[in-house]
C-alpha cells in the first residue's frame, strides 16, 4: 500500500484542520454578514477577473451570475 511521507501527512492534518475551522467560522455568520464576506473575499480571488462576463462556461456563469445573485439575495 502506498504511503505518504510524515511531512505530507502533516501538512494534509494541517490543511484539513484550517478548512473546518474556516467552515465553523463562515457557518456561524448571519445571512448579511455572510453576504460582506463572500464580497469582501470575491475581490480577492483571480477567477472572477480571468473569465469574461458572458461567456458561456461554468466558472462564468458561477463567478458572474450565481455568486452575485447569492449576496444580492442574502443582504435583503
Known sequence: ?????????????????????????????TDDQLADSAKFWMQYCDAPKRIEPGRPVYDSTFWHAIVPEMIRRLKK
Not at 500500500?1 to 492534518?13: K, N, Q, V
Not at 473546518?20 to 456561524?28: G, K, L, M
Open 1 to 29: 500500500m502506498f504511503r505518504l511521507s510524515p511531512e505530507i501527512e502533516e501538512r494534509m492534518a494541517r490543511v484539513a484542520q484550517y478548512t473546518s475551522e474556516q467552515r465553523a467560522i463562515f457557518a456561524a455568520l
